[in-house]
């Protein structure tokens, strides 16, 4: 059995997500997109963190932050998602059972050139998903939302941000950029050079997500010598 991941650490970038129970749809209307944005600004005040690029979708959303310290992220998005959860319940009276698949989850993102990779895997999401055929007609992403709003909510990239960004957000990824962040996402494992991957894993306790997933090989029996 896997062993659990010790707390976030702060100052490291980190990609979080999370998806709709049986992958129903979590937002349904333009107001509910506002309010959860509204909860991602609000949250800033309950705990440290910068927030540097967002794609709310309508079953599934992804927050891509940096924790001042190693109980920022746990409060920023525990105060998020269980208000989302409340305030959605209160609206919507007639819905029951779990609105999320579970508790949000958070990967460590290197903040280099897979960091640029991450943001533009994140903001790029409505146009791969044909719901607009531009990314920045998405209004519910830090790619798309309103020039104030993004002052507001948004922070300085940890790296610099390239000069033809919106061109290469609408490019198609290439499919081994794509297959890593998909790989993250679906092992919980830091996104980074094989070095900074390694020795994150080892920091936070995720070994377990760079390891191949089911049982080893049995080795090939020798046959018996003549």
């Not at 059972?97 to 508790?103: A, I, S, T």
Request: glycine share 8%; charged share 25%.
């Amino acid at each position: 059995m896997p062993r659990t991941a010790r707390a976030a650490v702060g100052g490291i970038v980190y990609h979080v997500h999370n998806r709709g129970n049986g992958r129903m749809g979590v937002f349904r209307e333009p107001g509910d997109y506002c309010a959860f944005i509204q909860l991602l600004l609000d949250g800033k005040t309950k705990a440290h963190i910068e927030l540097f690029g967002f794609c709310i979708m309508p079953n599934h959303w992804h927050v891509v932050l940096r924790p001042e310290g190693d109980r920022d992220l746990a409060g920023y998005l525990s105060w998020v998602t269980n208000t989302h959860v409340k305030r959605y319940r209160a609206h919507y009276r007639r819905t029951s059972g779990h609105l999320y698949q579970g508790r949000y989850k958070s990967f460590p993102v290197e903040d280099d050139v897979d960091f640029r990779t991450l943001v533009r895997y994140v903001e790029a999401n409505p146009l791969k998903a044909k719901l607009v055929d531009r990314a920045q007609d998405w209004e519910w992403s830090s790619l798309g939302c309103a020039p104030a709003l993004r002052a507001k909510l948004l922070d300085p990239w940890p790296v610099d941000r390239p000069r033809n960004w919106l061109a290469l957000v609408n490019q198609p990824m290439s499919e081994t950029d794509s297959r890593r962040v998909r790989n993250s996402l679906a092992r919980s494992r830091p996104l980074g050079s094989d070095s900074w991957t390694k020795e994150m894993a080892e920091r936070l306790g995720l070994q377990y997500t760079l390891r191949p997933r089911g049982r080893p090989k049995r080795p090939a029996h020798r046959e018996a010598a003549n």
